[in-house]
């Protein structure tokens, strides 16, 4: 094989950026992304760069302005509101996804715990993905109204749990 | 007094704008060669992006896709450069050798309606306003005949200029942008991709209506002046879409040069100025009755007296370009500062309802919801 067949033949079937390879499996296996292509995760996940956090680095404060979710590549991440612990989450745990749906203050503060590194998925993200490719992006709506239902369920339970627990 | 303006979101948010204000006109400055072709590619980006959108949803690839759409645009500008800009600089020509006539009428006119006032309140009024006002109008539109070669070079250039820009920012805009973004530090990202989001949305809608709306009222025209047996319907009708990019004024703005040309005759038809204002006035009806509920409600949030002003103030120091972006750059700044103030002045989440969700880290992993 001539060397300009084979670096034609290497480009046609190149892999691509681990990174990006990486981050599309990290978003595929999250409830979001559920049904949805690979190729429809990759294309969104392509030109978006990571983030990096140092330890004990404020992702966001309670209050600030919310873009949108993101998934944690590396590192470790807690979720607090009012100095309470409301989760640690790490590799492959996405947060923040309320600003998908709403355009409103985060809720809780995300503080990186050690060297963190996550990719953001924004709103302005979805909306120019609803223009391209609204049957995909329209099943990620419906993939988040499950999430949240679910969140809102699991609330649901801890209110009623916690007013038996005030009547004893 | 700097400390304590920097303590107030108002003053860092004052500031911040300030900076980017700055940094704006440094890429103005340092783009002053090609910003007119740029400007020109972000427009029809904006414009062709949601067709791109359109023919991907329909299973094309996006570049079969951009180059479906730039084709298109490519033919429609050899078509109007070989068609419509000669038909102009023909109209053109044709105004260049009534002007003298026009420029002795209006005077005339003038200086009967001058000796009526002088007569009925006492007041002078300078006669030789209007006439000045034609001569120089006059040797500007000889240097613009003369350097109709230049005009079509000048457009040659940009036709290929600017799709090739189109293109580029079609094919790669979004991953410009998001590195233009991932350069920001980490507390200022989701902030910058709030106002990055508010800012794109306006201002691409706005583009995409108004220049929509200039089509429409241009075809109004152009086949209204032609009805009417206006000689220069073409160069007047285009006139008059340009004309309505600008608010309030343009519309009456576009009325002025049929109505002299009407006047510049030696016995002006009285009947032929008024279908010139049945035309325009029409034009500016449908406009508001159709074009404006439909395509152009709710693009930019701003109280008429600002954009009045705005087009004013901005007419006064940039001339007519400054009157076409007077809007979108009072909609974009409003946006910035109105988004920065927020941002900066860290919102209470009292008055927002948290749901704890008390979930072990297993059941917050929510691969397990799954």
Redo the contacts between chains.
């Keep these: 094989m001539s060397k300009r067949t084979s670096s034609l033949w290497t480009n046609l079937f190149r892999k691509g950026n681990p990174l990006t390879e990486h981050v599309t499996e990290l978003w595929s296996a999250t409830p979001l992304f559920r049904d949805i292509p690979r190729r429809e995760i990759l294309q969104l996940v392509r030109d978006m760069p990571p983030r990096h956090f140092k330890a004990s680095e404020y992702i966001f404060h309670s209050g600030d302005a919310g873009a949108g979710a993101a998934v944690i590549i590396s590192g470790k991440v807690e979720i607090r509101s009012a100095g309470v612990l409301l989760a640690e989450l790490s590799d492959g745990d996405f947060f923040g996804e309320i600003a998908l749906v709403l355009d409103v203050a985060r809720t809780a503060d995300a503080i990186a715990v050690q060297e963190t590194e996550l990719i953001f998925f924004l709103r302005p993200e979805l909306d120019e993905w609803l223009a391209r490719s609204p049957y995909f992006a329209g099943k990620l709506g419906a993939n988040l109204a499950y999430v949240l239902a679910q969140r809102l369920l699991q609330a649901n339970k801890a209110l009623v749990h916690a007013g038996h627990e005030g009547q004893l | 007094m700097i400390m304590r303006l920097l303590n107030h979101p108002f003053g860092r948010a004052l500031i911040i704008y300030l900076a980017l204000l700055l940094l704006l006109s440094v890429l103005i400055l340092l783009l002053k060669p090609v910003l007119i072709p740029l400007i020109m590619a972000f427009i029809l980006f904006s414009i062709l992006d949601?067709l791109k959108?359109h023919l991907?949803?329909n299973g094309l690839n996006a570049i079969s896709s951009i180059t479906i759409v730039l084709l298109g645009v490519v033919i429609i500008g050899i078509i109007c450069l070989v068609i419509g800009v000669p038909l102009m600089l023909d109209q053109w020509e044709w105004l260049q050798t009534r002007l003298p006539t026009i420029a002795t009428q209006i005077a005339s006119i003038l200086d009967t309606f001058s000796s009526s006032i002088v007569n009925v309140m006492g007041m002078h009024v300078d006669t030789k306003l209007g006439e000045r006002w034609l001569t120089d109008l006059r040797s500007q539109g000889t240097d613009a005949v003369v350097s109709s070669a230049g005009i079509m070079v000048q457009s040659v250039f940009a036709l290929v200029f600017i799709p090739l820009i189109t293109f580029f920012l079609l094919r790669d805009y979004?991953?410009m942008r998001?590195?233009a973004m991932?350069w920001l530090p980490?507390?200022a990202?989701?902030?910058a991709?709030?106002i990055?989001?508010r800012v794109?949305?306006k201002l691409q809608n706005y583009i995409r209506s108004v220049f929509m709306q200039s089509a429409i009222i241009a075809m109004i025209t152009v086949t209204g002046f032609y009805i009417i047996g206006l000689d220069t319907a073409v160069l007047f009708g285009v006139l008059a879409g340009f004309l309505n990019l600008i608010p309030y004024i343009g519309p009456l703005l576009s009325m002025l040069p049929p109505m002299l040309v009407a006047l510049g005759v030696d016995s002006p038809d009285i009947w032929m100025l008024i279908s010139i204002a049945a035309v325009v006035m029409t034009a500016q009806l449908i406009d508001n009755i159709i074009v404006i509920p439909s395509l152009i409600a709710n693009t930019v949030d701003l109280h008429p007296m600002l954009v009045l002003l705005g087009v004013v103030v901005f007419g006064y120091f940039f001339g007519f370009i400054g009157m076409l972006v007077a809007i979108p750059a009072l909609a974009t700044s409003k946006i910035i500062f109105k988004?920065l103030m927020?941002?900066l002045n860290?919102?209470?989440?009292e008055d927002?309802m948290?749901?704890?969700?008390?979930?072990k880290?297993a059941?917050?992993?929510?691969?397990s919801?799954?």
């Design positions: 949601p959108n991907i949803r979004r991953k998001n590195t991932s980490n507390r990202y989701e902030l991709w709030l990055y989001f794109a949305k988004g927020n941002g860290r919102a209470s989440s927002i948290y749901v704890p969700i008390n979930q880290p059941d917050s992993n929510p691969k919801i799954a």
